[in-house]
């Protein structure tokens, strides 16, 4: 037990020469890691001897006394803080007989009557001690304080985690703590070469979080800030990190909406402030004080160390013009004391397509598409002729090469191909007769597995000089689309360098270069090509490859989206960010930092389309090669300068006070230009083209200018406030309204921190803080750079030569839109810290919307961009962090859970004469009062989002039943057997547009997520999930194959199986199935918008850490292997191929889709 | 706080200078005579966007000549079945009817607010400019009236948005018209000369003599205008006829691609390869063609893609019918399809037809406004309503039209009556698919009597004008619905 460690015990003689005694001294401040400067002590009614003892701790100076002298002495009472050494040696010798004098980094006393000097030596011991941090599995942990409590005298741990601190005899406690861990005390009574376990610190109420131009502990924290669990962030590849807030982050809706690689998930905060376009209210994104304009686009997920989000206006007031839809604050990995590290990490993957809408078969399609034609022929006799056509179903295809498709007649001439794979059935309307056709399943050759892997190589370390960290990363993403891929490499360093005592200096260099392969056209090949008919020619008789169907928008997938037919062409984004600043601590608490960076995006695109059958077989071959190229050059610099000052007064009240400058440029050059009429395929680039037809340039700016300053301020942690504003100034402002002033103010009140907390929670086992914030923030997003000016374009040409067009209306009185936010929350740690809880509530009012106003259509312009009415946007934001098991538990489960709810209420539109001064809407009759109002559009006192349509009834089973109705908006089409009852709402007899109801919102009322994670000794299981309410989603393909309204292309299978095909199909689902849904039989409705509602099982990850001895038998600091799953299902009864995005199921395009991936994945990460 | 803010401002206001480069910005307009002639230029473009589709739909969508083919009819059949209502007024496609007729208004108001004050070197060239702005505006109000009735009237450029002031109601038919008059008289008065423009695609003094022509034969048979109106009229064509006009021997030499500004044209709509949008004859062509005879696909020649040169419209067996065999214009208007079973399928028109670029087909022919044989059948009708012989301007038309097979088809002036009946079947035949036929169907009073979708509906003369239609009412809540269709 007895193993204290006694290190020379040095004997200090009074008598002793002084040059001796200055070497000693000398020793022993260098053995006392820090000598401080100021002395803080408040003691009631100690021994003199105490008081001393902690002096001289604080000091560093050693004492010379006899402890005679000390018998004389009476109990001292003292209060000093940040005193020097003579005021707090005044005070604390004040009622007592002794004087002293420093003397050579001494202090030595005397009696008051004595001249003497001591002549009782005394006898100062000190000890060393040593010993090892390490984490729950083992692992060292560098860079943490080790502290011997109550003095400055500490140290860190080296990279082996290994620490030795020199302590006064007597020391009894050591303090360790690091920042991510549960800080500890540690009794060192008789103690050396001990190891302490830290454990990490999964409570989010004492988690440091990032806030403008600073950070803040959460327990400090009076603004409703989220920060992502980095958890989330390992083991899984993410080839655009925004996908990794996904049902993460309380508030901020992510939505998934396309499975090509790399693409950004649309992310909106509080529902946005917009209601023109509020899928466009994208965060502010800051990546280490750099400002991304593009969003997450392009960032290597294993460079971040940090993602918050800062949701409330107290909290992105100091973002001024820009903060109102939230921002988005990611740091990068750095360099860290006294940790060296190499470390690579790989993951592969397979993915597929996550859920594919199925079509029907070749048969099914001939059989209800023949039918069709005569069901339809009633409407339009010219329908007739595409069953003797060339058609999908038609007889008129032939074996030669002018025609699209297999279907025909089965002759002599053509019996063979029965014998080679052809299938054949009776004529659906005239069964004497026999069709032959051969049935190919074009959609299965869109997708295929995609095959991806990411690799990441860094290099760290760290001196109390210098640090610095570099990142290597290479990624190369398949996507489940033939063809589409994600290639990116990027580069990451900075480092920082002391050059002076009390200046440091920073650099960063952050470079990304991706290019990535998309579809053509996302309608064409995930909807129309998809459901091209089974009947369509794959190959020719000759064995050449086929284009198939009518032409590039319904065709042959492997004639136009591979191969040599294919368009070519290529997109990429190269991305440079250099970041350079200074820390400067001019005098204790006093710092400045001045900075500056540079972004510069380089974005091009080339496409080629080669000669091609594009309109189809029968047509000519297009030899038009047209060829496109777009280069786009964004340069963005910024300057900041952060003054801070940081004091504590009269020890209890804590002062933070920032002041700072900030300003931004961005330019943007662009240029694109096509051509056309190569002599051939051979050159791809604009070089070969005869004839230019399009060639554009623009050049254009945007400069913001803004001071903004902050004040922190908390008693005794107890009481907390913080205001902050900026004022800001942008280019693209009107004349009158350049300038904006976005104040920000929070308080909050740490109650458990209160005396009287003790009876309620004698055991100091929970934790609960209450706070409320209001603020200002300012939005410019969407305006032109300069619009107030209005403009007229020049685009487009009038007899070959250029015009000028009035295109925008000026609007000198346009400024930036203004958000009022009040936000309430409380922050709860329970049972000892292992539940904890954080909730809000907020209140947005924004004022002066940047809205697109409908003007009249006499004006001869459809809309004006200005500020008119108001928006509401009140919210509930709920995040649970659970550790479901004990601190001693082996294994380990960690729950977390987080809901957002937004309700958006539309207060003020811009007066135009009309009732709640409404635009947009659809005009119903409402069968309530017997009159007719204006459904969803824009409605002062409604909501945004709401989706319209008919109410289907069921299927008329007979001619007699459909005979009474009539539909206006087919010209009246007369209606029969088989087609579908809509409700005549106002029972007029007729189905027209006014018998619309609503029947959905585009937009999520509830988002979230239940995250699982469970360690296990060396393994880790990770369960993420995510679900989304509310939403309705017209599920456009379906709607469009269904009614047939593309064309000759497959309804889905579901309707093949449970169509209407005659009377006494009492159980069918769909109506009637006819070209172009003549009689009106789909339509948008209750059927064809769906409720979206979803849980998705978004990721699963399995991890294994290979045991510190074994891998330390291998030379490396670590290993760990893990297996993840990604997108791996959805719990919805939406019928389309994602239930993700709400409004219409287009993914941006006119009704093409990429599927979202399921991914398996498997990763391996090794640091030496 | 206050000192931030002001140490801010001050330094920040030259911060955020930025100069527009690429922008020509609403102050720095409309100084020098190019900016002239490039605002000149974008009033045709507008115009060329309601010429492309709207002026045609609005001028002959609802007549007898077309019906439906064998694609999918994206609610064009509302025209021709005459099954507008207020709530369907449209199309699918087709919701800016007036947005897009007022754009050129408000190109026009710019000119004639800012031209006056700028210097030019030549008199002419301003009072040109001034003169076509004039003309512009008077034939968008003309077709407006014509469709709808009275419409609001808008004769400043919108240059600043103020809720209060925006919306206007409709004026009077009487209103509009005095409007058009007013702008073709001083219009008139400042072309400096007769003569066209290279490519006749801008107005001029001859194509403004001929709206003038237009709009007051159409005053004066359906606003009482009688004899004056007439005369003013006929002066009018006169006038015209002695710029340098005249038929092309071969009708479908007009509408040629590359036959482009030919003497026939007075004035066109200007649309040609790369340059906007392809107009609506592409509804009245055909894609996807097959099972018919080699033949048959060499006169289809290349076919549409996708929505551009699908068979949605046809020009009507009614109307077909009524070209003889040996009248050239037959197969310069339409062309009738049949399977390899002879079996008809549809037609598809070879006016309009375009050109063919690397394989595709465009539909770039230009749309006439304007063109000789239109200004000898107004002719023709105004010398009619005079009591005066129409033999000379209908033998000239039908000269060209039959050639050798003239003597077959010589004019011989009749009753009043039976000439009009003459002239408008004239006008049929020779203006087919030019968005001319509804107004003329008005103006001789025979709509209910030729279109068979109206047959039976005389009692009802209000539906003769267009709907105004929720999809416009929307956006202007001073403008109220006509009476036939509230």
């Given at each position: 037990m007895h193993t204290a460690y006694f290190h020379m015990p040095r004997?200090?003689?009074?008598?002793?020469?002084?040059?001796?005694?200055?070497?000693?001294?000398?020793?022993?401040?260098?053995?006392?890691?820090?000598?401080?400067?100021?002395?803080?002590?408040?003691?009631?009614?100690?021994?003199?001897?105490?008081?001393?003892?902690?002096?001289?701790?604080?000091?560093?100076?050693?004492?010379?006394?006899?402890?005679?002298?000390?018998?004389?002495?009476?109990?001292?009472?003292?209060?000093?803080?940040?005193?020097?050494?003579?005021?707090?040696?005044?005070?604390?010798?004040?009622?007592?007989?002794?004087?002293?004098?420093?003397?050579?980094?001494?202090?030595?006393?005397?009696?008051?009557?004595?001249?003497?000097?001591?002549?009782?030596?005394?006898?100062?011991?000190?000890?060393?001690?040593?010993?090892?941090?390490?984490?729950?599995?083992?692992?060292?942990?560098?860079?943490?304080?080790?502290?011997?409590?109550?003095?400055?005298?500490?140290?860190?741990?080296?990279?082996?985690?290994?620490?030795?601190?020199?302590?006064?005899?007597?020391?009894?406690?050591?303090?360790?703590?690091?920042?991510?861990?549960?800080?500890?005390?540690?009794?060192?009574?008789?103690?050396?070469?001990?190891?302490?376990?830290?454990?990490?610190?999964?409570?989010?109420?004492?988690?440091?979080?990032?806030?403008?131009?600073?950070?803040?502990?959460?327990?400090?924290?009076?603004?409703?800030?989220?920060?992502?669990?980095?958890?989330?962030?390992?083991?899984?590849?993410?080839?655009?990190?925004?996908?990794?807030?996904?049902?993460?982050?309380?508030?901020?809706?992510?939505?998934?909406?396309?499975?090509?690689?790399?693409?950004?998930?649309?992310?909106?905060?509080?529902?946005?402030?917009?209601?023109?376009?509020?899928?466009?209210?994208?965060?502010?994104?800051?990546?280490?004080?750099?400002?991304?304009?593009?969003?997450?686009?392009?960032?290597?997920?294993?460079?971040?160390?940090?993602?918050?989000?800062?949701?409330?206006?107290?909290?992105?007031?100091?973002?001024?013009?820009?903060?109102?839809?939230?921002?988005?604050?990611?740091?990068?990995?750095?360099?860290?004391?006294?940790?060296?590290?190499?470390?690579?990490?790989?993951?592969?993957?397979?993915?597929?397509?996550?859920?594919?809408?199925?079509?029907?078969?070749?048969?099914?399609?001939?059989?209800?598409?023949?039918?069709?034609?005569?069901?339809?022929?009633?409407?339009?006799?010219?329908?007739?002729?595409?069953?003797?056509?060339?058609?999908?179903?038609?007889?008129?295809?032939?074996?030669?090469?002018?025609?699209?498709?297999?279907?025909?007649?089965?002759?002599?001439?053509?019996?063979?191909?029965?014998?080679?794979?052809?299938?054949?059935?009776?004529?659906?309307?005239?069964?004497?007769?026999?069709?032959?056709?051969?049935?190919?399943?074009?959609?299965?050759?869109?997708?295929?597995?995609?095959?991806?892997?990411?690799?990441?190589?860094?290099?760290?370390?760290?001196?109390?000089?210098?640090?610095?960290?570099?990142?290597?990363?290479?990624?190369?993403?398949?996507?489940?689309?033939?063809?589409?891929?994600?290639?990116?490499?990027?580069?990451?360093?900075?480092?920082?360098?002391?050059?002076?005592?009390?200046?440091?200096?920073?650099?960063?260099?952050?470079?990304?270069?991706?290019?990535?392969?998309?579809?053509?056209?996302?309608?064409?090949?995930?909807?129309?090509?998809?459901?091209?008919?089974?009947?369509?020619?794959?190959?020719?008789?000759?064995?050449?490859?086929?284009?198939?169907?009518?032409?590039n928008s319904i065709g042959n997938p492997d004639y136009f989206y591979k191969g040599q037919y294919a368009p070519q062409g290529d997109n990429g984004v190269e991305d440079v960010a250099i970041n350079l600043g200074f820390k400067w601590d001019i005098i204790k608490g006093l710092s400045f930092e001045p900075s500056a960076s540079l972004l510069r995006e380089g974005a091009y695109l080339y496409t080629f389309q080669p000669a091609a059958f594009l309109n189809g077989p029968a047509a000519a071959l297009i030899t038009s090669r047209t060829a496109t190229q777009t280069d786009n050059v964004t340069r963005q610099e910024q300057v900041d300068a952060v003054l801070t000052y940081l004091h504590t007064f009269a020890e209890k009240h804590n002062v933070e006070a920032k002041a700072g400058y900030s300003h931004y440029f961005r330019n943007q050059r662009n240029f694109n230009a096509t051509g056309q009429n190569a002599a051939t395929d051979l050159i791809p680039t604009l070089n070969g083209s005869a004839t230019p037809t399009v060639v554009n340039g623009t050049n254009n700016s945007l400069a913001l200018d803004g001071g903004f300053f902050r004040f922190n301020y908390d008693y005794d942690s107890r009481y907390l406030l913080t205001v902050n504003a900026r004022y800001d100034g942008a280019s693209n402002l009107g004349e009158a309204h350049k300038f904006g002033f976005f104040p920000g103010v929070s308080a909050g009140w740490n109650i458990d921190k209160e005396k009287f907390w003790n009876s309620i929670d004698p055991k100091a086992r929970m934790q609960f803080k209450l706070r409320a914030s209001y603020g200002v923030n300012g939005n410019i997003s969407g305006i032109g750079d300069f619009q107030p000016d209005g403009s007229f374009v020049t685009s487009d040409l009038y007899g070959g030569q250029a015009p000028i067009r009035a295109s925008v209306i000026p609007n000198s009185n346009l400024k930036w839109e203004q958000s009022k936010t009040f936000d309430i929350g409380a922050d709860i740690g329970l049972f000892d810290r292992r539940v904890s809880l954080i909730v809000d509530y907020f209140n947005r009012r924004t004022d002066d919307l940047l809205t697109t106003v409908t003007l009249p259509q006499s004006t001869g312009f459809s809309s004006i961009f200005t500020n008119l009415g108001s928006l509401q946007t009140r919210g509930v934001e709920l995040e649970v962090n659970v550790n479901m098991l004990s601190r001693q538990s082996k294994l380990k489960w960690t729950l977390s859970a987080n809901a957002g709810y937004t309700k958006r209420t539309i207060l003020k539109l811009p007066s135009n004469g009309i009732d709640k001064n409404r635009q947009g809407g659809t005009y119903a009759y409402d069968p309530g009062t017997g009159g007719f109002v204006w459904l969803g559009g824009l409605q002062e006192g409604g909501t945004i989002g709401v989706l319209t349509g008919y109410k289907y009834m069921g299927i008329y089973q007979t001619d007699a039943e459909a005979a009474v109705i009539k539909d206006a908006t087919a010209s009246n089409r007369k209606k029969f057997a088989g087609d579908a009852i809509w409700a005549d709402l106002d029972g007029n007899g007729t189905i027209e547009n006014t018998d619309q109801v609503i029947v959905g919102n585009q937009f999520p009322a509830w988002t979230g997520g239940f995250n699982n994670f469970f360690t296990y000794k060396q393994f880790s299981l990770n369960i993420r999930t995510d679900f989304t309410t509310g939403a309705s989603l017209l599920n456009y393909p379906a709607y469009i194959a269904n009614g047939q309204l593309q064309g000759d292309a497959l309804p889905t299978a579901d309707l093949a199986a449970n169509v209407w095909k005659k009377p006494g199909d009492v159980n069918a689902k769909y109506p009637r199935y006819m070209y172009q849904s003549l009689t009106g039989n789909y339509r948008t409705s209750n059927v064809s918008i769906e409720n979206a509602d979803f849980l998705c099982l978004r990721t699963v990850s399995l991890g294994y850490t290979l045991p510190q001895e074994w891998a330390h038998k291998m030379k490396m600091q670590g290993a760990r292997v893990t297996v993840s799953g990604n997108n791996l299902h959805y719990f919805t009864n939406y019928t389309g191929s994602s239930p993700e995005g709400g409004g219409i199921d287009t993914g941006g395009d006119a009704g093409g889709r990429y599927p979202v991936s399921r991914t398996y994945s498997l990763g391996l990460n090794v640091t030496f | 706080m206050l000192i931030l803010s002001l140490a801010a401002s001050s330094s920040c206001k030259k911060n955020i200078e930025t100069t527009p480069i690429s922008v020509i910005t609403s102050s720095s307009f409309f100084k020098t005579p190019d900016d002239v002639a490039g605002a000149l230029r974008g009033m045709y473009v507008d115009f060329r966007t309601t010429a492309a589709n709207d002026m045609f739909w609005l001028g002959e969508g609802r007549s007898e000549v077309l019906t439906g083919a064998v694609a999918g009819a994206q609610g064009f059949d509302k025209f021709w079945n005459n099954t507008l209502s207020a709530s369907a007024p449209n199309a699918d496609n087709q919701v800016n009817f007036w947005k897009n007729l007022y754009a050129p208004i408000n190109s026009a108001n710019l000119m004639l607010k800012y031209v006056p004050d700028i210097t030019f070197p030549s008199a002419d060239t301003k009072n040109s400019a001034l003169a076509q702005a004039y003309t512009m505006r008077a034939f968008c109000y003309f077709v407006l009236v014509r469709a709808w009735g009275g419409v609001p009237i808008r004769t400043e450029p919108l240059e600043a948005y103020d809720a209060s002031t925006i919306n206007k109601p409709r004026s009077s038919v009487a209103e509009v018209f005095a409007l058009i008059k007013s702008d073709l008289t001083k219009a008139l008065s400042l072309y400096p000369n007769i003569t066209y423009e290279a490519g006749r695609n801008t107005w001029s003094k001859a194509s403004a003599d001929a709206l003038k022509a237009d709009v007051y034969l159409w005053t004066a048979k359906m606003l009482n205008g009688g004899q004056a109106d007439l005369t003013t009229a006929l002066a009018a064509v006169n006038e015209a006829q002695t710029s340098d006009v005249g038929l092309l021997p071969v009708y479908s030499d007009i509408f040629s691609y590359t036959n482009k500004g030919n003497k026939e044209d007075l004035m066109v709509v200007r649309f040609q390869l790369n340059e906007g949008l392809q107009n609506y004859w592409q509804t009245m062509y055909i894609s996807n063609l097959t099972n018919v005879s080699a033949a048959t696909l060499a006169v289809v020649g290349a076919q549409g893609v996708g929505n551009t040169g699908v068979n949605t419209a046809q020009v009507s067996k009614l109307v077909r019918d009524q070209f003889t065999t040996d009248d050239q214009r037959r197969n310069g208007t339409f062309f009738e399809i049949y399977d390899n079973a002879n079996k008809y399928i549809t037609s598809i028109v070879t006016k309009g037809s375009g050109m063919v670029n690397a394989g595709t087909r465009n539909f770039f022919t230009d749309v006439v406004i304007y063109r000789y044989a239109d200004l000898l059948l107004m002719k023709a009708e105004i010398k009619n309503a005079l009591s005066q012989d129409p033999t000379t301007e209908m033998n000239l038309v039908r000269q060209r039209a039959y050639g050798t097979n003239f003597a077959a088809h010589i004019f011989v002036s009749g009753s009043p009556a039976a000439n009009d009946d003459a002239i408008l079947k004239e006008r049929l035949l020779e203006l087919c698919t030019e968005g001319k036929r509804w107004w003329d169907l008005i103006r001789f009073g025979q709509a209910f009597n030729l279109v068979p979708s109206l047959a039976g509906k005389s009692g009802t003369p209000g539906l003769l004008l267009w709907p105004i239609g929720l999809t416009i009412r929307a956006t202007e809540p001073l403008v109220t619905e006509n009476d036939a269709w509230k």
């Amino acid at each position: 037990m007895h193993t204290a460690y006694f290190h020379m015990p040095r004997k200090i003689l009074l008598v002793m020469k002084i040059t001796t005694f200055i070497l000693l001294i000398s020793v022993m401040a260098v053995s006392a890691s820090s000598l401080a400067q100021k002395i803080t002590l408040n003691e009631k009614k100690v021994s003199l001897e105490q008081v001393l003892k902690k002096i001289r701790l604080q000091s560093g100076y050693d004492f010379i006394y006899s402890d005679e002298m000390l018998s004389k002495t009476v109990p001292v009472s003292v209060l000093v803080k940040d005193a020097s050494l003579e005021e707090a040696l005044k005070a604390s010798l004040k009622d007592q007989p002794l004087s002293f004098e420093i003397e050579d980094g001494a202090v030595v006393l005397r009696n008051k009557n004595d001249n003497l000097s001591v002549s009782v030596r005394k006898e100062i011991v000190w000890m060393d001690i040593t010993g090892k941090v390490v984490d729950d599995k083992g692992q060292p942990l560098p860079g943490v304080t080790v502290r011997v409590k109550g003095t400055t005298i500490g140290a860190t741990t080296d990279t082996e985690g290994q620490f030795k601190v020199t302590a006064p005899d007597g020391s009894t406690t050591l303090l360790v703590s690091f920042v991510g861990f549960i800080s500890q005390e540690v009794n060192i009574t008789g103690k050396s070469g001990i190891t302490v376990v830290l454990v990490e610190d999964m409570a989010k109420l004492t988690e440091v979080v990032v806030v403008g131009y600073g950070s803040q502990s959460r327990e400090k924290l009076s603004t409703s800030i989220t920060k992502l669990d980095n958890r989330v962030l390992t083991d899984v590849p993410y080839t655009n990190i925004g996908t990794a807030l996904e049902g993460n982050v309380a508030g901020l809706q992510v939505q998934t909406l396309s499975g090509q690689p790399g693409a950004a998930p649309r992310i909106i905060l509080r529902g946005g402030t917009s209601i023109n376009n509020p899928l466009g209210s994208s965060p502010l994104y800051i990546m280490d004080g750099i400002i991304r304009p593009n969003g997450l686009a392009d960032i290597n997920a294993n460079d971040i160390e940090s993602v918050q989000v800062l949701k409330d206006a107290a909290s992105t007031a100091i973002y001024g013009a820009r903060g109102s839809n939230g921002v988005v604050i990611l740091t990068t990995k750095r360099g860290r004391l006294n940790k060296t590290a190499i470390s690579y990490s790989f993951n592969g993957s397979a993915a597929n397509a996550q859920r594919i809408v199925k079509y029907a078969g070749a048969r099914d399609y001939i059989e209800l598409q023949r039918q069709g034609y005569v069901w339809g022929s009633v409407y339009n006799p010219a329908l007739l002729g595409n069953l003797t056509g060339a058609t999908a179903t038609g007889t008129g295809n032939t074996l030669a090469k002018n025609t699209g498709f297999t279907t025909q007649y089965l002759t002599p001439a053509n019996q063979y191909k029965l014998d080679e794979g052809w299938s054949s059935m009776p004529d659906p309307i005239d069964p004497t007769k026999t069709l032959i056709y051969k049935e190919t399943v074009f959609q299965d050759l869109i997708y295929r597995t995609g095959y991806s892997n990411d690799h990441y190589l860094s290099a760290t370390g760290g001196t109390d000089k210098a640090t610095f960290y570099s990142g290597l990363g290479y990624t190369s993403a398949q996507g489940t689309a033939e063809a589409t891929a994600y290639k990116r490499l990027s580069f990451n360093l900075n480092g920082s360098y002391k050059i002076r005592d009390n200046v440091n200096a920073y650099g960063q260099l952050l470079y990304s270069n991706r290019t990535q392969n998309t579809v053509p056209n996302l309608a064409n090949v995930f909807y129309r090509s998809a459901s091209l008919p089974g009947t369509a020619k794959y190959t020719y008789e000759d064995g050449t490859i086929a284009p198939g169907g009518q032409n590039n928008s319904i065709g042959n997938p492997d004639y136009f989206y591979k191969g040599q037919y294919a368009p070519q062409g290529d997109n990429g984004v190269e991305d440079v960010a250099i970041n350079l600043g200074f820390k400067w601590d001019i005098i204790k608490g006093l710092s400045f930092e001045p900075s500056a960076s540079l972004l510069r995006e380089g974005a091009y695109l080339y496409t080629f389309q080669p000669a091609a059958f594009l309109n189809g077989p029968a047509a000519a071959l297009i030899t038009s090669r047209t060829a496109t190229q777009t280069d786009n050059v964004t340069r963005q610099e910024q300057v900041d300068a952060v003054l801070t000052y940081l004091h504590t007064f009269a020890e209890k009240h804590n002062v933070e006070a920032k002041a700072g400058y900030s300003h931004y440029f961005r330019n943007q050059r662009n240029f694109n230009a096509t051509g056309q009429n190569a002599a051939t395929d051979l050159i791809p680039t604009l070089n070969g083209s005869a004839t230019p037809t399009v060639v554009n340039g623009t050049n254009n700016s945007l400069a913001l200018d803004g001071g903004f300053f902050r004040f922190n301020y908390d008693y005794d942690s107890r009481y907390l406030l913080t205001v902050n504003a900026r004022y800001d100034g942008a280019s693209n402002l009107g004349e009158a309204h350049k300038f904006g002033f976005f104040p920000g103010v929070s308080a909050g009140w740490n109650i458990d921190k209160e005396k009287f907390w003790n009876s309620i929670d004698p055991k100091a086992r929970m934790q609960f803080k209450l706070r409320a914030s209001y603020g200002v923030n300012g939005n410019i997003s969407g305006i032109g750079d300069f619009q107030p000016d209005g403009s007229f374009v020049t685009s487009d040409l009038y007899g070959g030569q250029a015009p000028i067009r009035a295109s925008v209306i000026p609007n000198s009185n346009l400024k930036w839109e203004q958000s009022k936010t009040f936000d309430i929350g409380a922050d709860i740690g329970l049972f000892d810290r292992r539940v904890s809880l954080i909730v809000d509530y907020f209140n947005r009012r924004t004022d002066d919307l940047l809205t697109t106003v409908t003007l009249p259509q006499s004006t001869g312009f459809s809309s004006i961009f200005t500020n008119l009415g108001s928006l509401q946007t009140r919210g509930v934001e709920l995040e649970v962090n659970v550790n479901m098991l004990s601190r001693q538990s082996k294994l380990k489960w960690t729950l977390s859970a987080n809901a957002g709810y937004t309700k958006r209420t539309i207060l003020k539109l811009p007066s135009n004469g009309i009732d709640k001064n409404r635009q947009g809407g659809t005009y119903a009759y409402d069968p309530g009062t017997g009159g007719f109002v204006w459904l969803g559009g824009l409605q002062e006192g409604g909501t945004i989002g709401v989706l319209t349509g008919y109410k289907y009834m069921g299927i008329y089973q007979t001619d007699a039943e459909a005979a009474v109705i009539k539909d206006a908006t087919a010209s009246n089409r007369k209606k029969f057997a088989g087609d579908a009852i809509w409700a005549d709402l106002d029972g007029n007899g007729t189905i027209e547009n006014t018998d619309q109801v609503i029947v959905g919102n585009q937009f999520p009322a509830w988002t979230g997520g239940f995250n699982n994670f469970f360690t296990y000794k060396q393994f880790s299981l990770n369960i993420r999930t995510d679900f989304t309410t509310g939403a309705s989603l017209l599920n456009y393909p379906a709607y469009i194959a269904n009614g047939q309204l593309q064309g000759d292309a497959l309804p889905t299978a579901d309707l093949a199986a449970n169509v209407w095909k005659k009377p006494g199909d009492v159980n069918a689902k769909y109506p009637r199935y006819m070209y172009q849904s003549l009689t009106g039989n789909y339509r948008t409705s209750n059927v064809s918008i769906e409720n979206a509602d979803f849980l998705c099982l978004r990721t699963v990850s399995l991890g294994y850490t290979l045991p510190q001895e074994w891998a330390h038998k291998m030379k490396m600091q670590g290993a760990r292997v893990t297996v993840s799953g990604n997108n791996l299902h959805y719990f919805t009864n939406y019928t389309g191929s994602s239930p993700e995005g709400g409004g219409i199921d287009t993914g941006g395009d006119a009704g093409g889709r990429y599927p979202v991936s399921r991914t398996y994945s498997l990763g391996l990460n090794v640091t030496f | 706080m206050l000192i931030l803010s002001l140490a801010a401002s001050s330094s920040c206001k030259k911060n955020i200078e930025t100069t527009p480069i690429s922008v020509i910005t609403s102050s720095s307009f409309f100084k020098t005579p190019d900016d002239v002639a490039g605002a000149l230029r974008g009033m045709y473009v507008d115009f060329r966007t309601t010429a492309a589709n709207d002026m045609f739909w609005l001028g002959e969508g609802r007549s007898e000549v077309l019906t439906g083919a064998v694609a999918g009819a994206q609610g064009f059949d509302k025209f021709w079945n005459n099954t507008l209502s207020a709530s369907a007024p449209n199309a699918d496609n087709q919701v800016n009817f007036w947005k897009n007729l007022y754009a050129p208004i408000n190109s026009a108001n710019l000119m004639l607010k800012y031209v006056p004050d700028i210097t030019f070197p030549s008199a002419d060239t301003k009072n040109s400019a001034l003169a076509q702005a004039y003309t512009m505006r008077a034939f968008c109000y003309f077709v407006l009236v014509r469709a709808w009735g009275g419409v609001p009237i808008r004769t400043e450029p919108l240059e600043a948005y103020d809720a209060s002031t925006i919306n206007k109601p409709r004026s009077s038919v009487a209103e509009v018209f005095a409007l058009i008059k007013s702008d073709l008289t001083k219009a008139l008065s400042l072309y400096p000369n007769i003569t066209y423009e290279a490519g006749r695609n801008t107005w001029s003094k001859a194509s403004a003599d001929a709206l003038k022509a237009d709009v007051y034969l159409w005053t004066a048979k359906m606003l009482n205008g009688g004899q004056a109106d007439l005369t003013t009229a006929l002066a009018a064509v006169n006038e015209a006829q002695t710029s340098d006009v005249g038929l092309l021997p071969v009708y479908s030499d007009i509408f040629s691609y590359t036959n482009k500004g030919n003497k026939e044209d007075l004035m066109v709509v200007r649309f040609q390869l790369n340059e906007g949008l392809q107009n609506y004859w592409q509804t009245m062509y055909i894609s996807n063609l097959t099972n018919v005879s080699a033949a048959t696909l060499a006169v289809v020649g290349a076919q549409g893609v996708g929505n551009t040169g699908v068979n949605t419209a046809q020009v009507s067996k009614l109307v077909r019918d009524q070209f003889t065999t040996d009248d050239q214009r037959r197969n310069g208007t339409f062309f009738e399809i049949y399977d390899n079973a002879n079996k008809y399928i549809t037609s598809i028109v070879t006016k309009g037809s375009g050109m063919v670029n690397a394989g595709t087909r465009n539909f770039f022919t230009d749309v006439v406004i304007y063109r000789y044989a239109d200004l000898l059948l107004m002719k023709a009708e105004i010398k009619n309503a005079l009591s005066q012989d129409p033999t000379t301007e209908m033998n000239l038309v039908r000269q060209r039209a039959y050639g050798t097979n003239f003597a077959a088809h010589i004019f011989v002036s009749g009753s009043p009556a039976a000439n009009d009946d003459a002239i408008l079947k004239e006008r049929l035949l020779e203006l087919c698919t030019e968005g001319k036929r509804w107004w003329d169907l008005i103006r001789f009073g025979q709509a209910f009597n030729l279109v068979p979708s109206l047959a039976g509906k005389s009692g009802t003369p209000g539906l003769l004008l267009w709907p105004i239609g929720l999809t416009i009412r929307a956006t202007e809540p001073l403008v109220t619905e006509n009476d036939a269709w509230k």
